[in-house]
C-alpha cells in the first residue's frame, strides 16, 4: 500500500514550515487593500476564506467570492494589480 501512495503523488515538492508561516503572512496582509486589476478597481479584500479564496467588496458595495493566483517575476503591489478573478463553482 505504501508503493500506491507513492505513485499517486502530484509531483509537487512540500513547502517547509518556514514556507508555510511566510505564505500564510502574504495572505492576512491582502485582507484590507484595495484592488486595482482591470475588472476590479476599487475592490477590498474584506477577508482570506481558504487557500486562494477571498470575499472581496465591489465598489458598487456587492460582495463577490474570488481567487487569486500569484504572478512571477512582478514586484511590490503585485497582489493587488493582477491574477484575480471571480471564484467558479465546478
Not at 465591489?58 to 484575480?84: C, T
Amino acid at each position: 500500500m505504501a508503493e500506491r501512495r507513492r505513485r499517486r503523488s502530484s509531483g509537487r515538492q512540500r513547502l517547509s514550515p518556514e514556507q508555510r508561516a511566510q505564505f500564510a503572512r502574504e495572505r492576512r496582509a491582502l485582507c484590507g487593500s484595495l484592488l486595482s486589476q482591470e475588472g476590479f478597481e476599487g475592490a477590498l479584500v474584506v477577508e482570506h476564506i481558504r487557500g486562494s479564496q477571498y470575499l472581496l467588496r465591489m465598489a458598487d458595495g456587492s460582495e463577490v467570492f474570488a481567487s487569486h493566483k500569484k504572478q512571477k517575476g512582478q514586484g511590490d503591489g503585485a497582489l493587488s494589480r493582477a491574477g484575480w478573478k471571480l471564484w467558479e463553482e465546478r
